[in-house]
């Protein structure tokens, strides 16, 4: 069971680039909780995923200090999902559900933050540890949704 959520039901077994599989698979359910759930339950699904994989990457790395193996994408589904609450938060406050580019915005960023790895991102990747391979997605969805915001906002002041 660990094995199936933290390569996020088999979707981290994908070549190539597992992480962005898993990302886009991720934006693909987080996109459709939002849409036919609503705010709230993507909030919760977060949340809950969030702790899920905290608890089972601690888990399934016990005995591999150091490992950060690339079919473990749980991590990327917490990122993603962090992400999307920016411009899933924006759309909610207008009562209406997410329409692209917001989310794709958020899917492209929140991808070139996790590779890249600027600043809080690397450190935590540098941690080495179970918490490390989930912080530093964490990280990369925080600045992949702040600069989804900013974009939007750059978006609508300047050319609407």
Do not use: Q
């Not at 977060?46 to 950060?68: C, H, I, M, Q």
């Amino acid at each position: 069971m660990l094995r199936a959520i933290n390569t996020f039901f088999f979707v981290g077994l994908l070549r190539p680039a597992p992480g962005t599989w898993g990302s886009a698979a991720a934006l693909a359910l987080g996109w459709a909780i939002e849409r036919y759930l609503g705010f709230i339950p993507l909030v919760v699904a977060t949340l809950a995923v969030t702790a899920l994989g905290f608890y089972t990457v601690a888990a399934e790395l016990k005995d591999r200090p150091g490992d950060d193996p690339s079919e473990i994408v749980i991590d990327e589904v917490a990122g993603m999902w962090l992400a999307l609450l920016f411009p899933a938060a924006g759309f909610w406050m207008r009562d209406m559900s997410m329409v692209w580019p917001g989310p794709v915005a958020a899917f492209l960023l929140f991808r070139l933050f996790d590779i890249w790895k600027p600043w809080l991102v690397g450190r935590a990747d540098r941690r080495h540890d179970p918490a490390g391979v989930m912080l530093d997605d964490l990280w990369a969805g925080i600045f992949a949704g702040l600069c989804t915001l900013v974009l939007a906002g750059l978006y609508h002041a300047v050319l609407m």
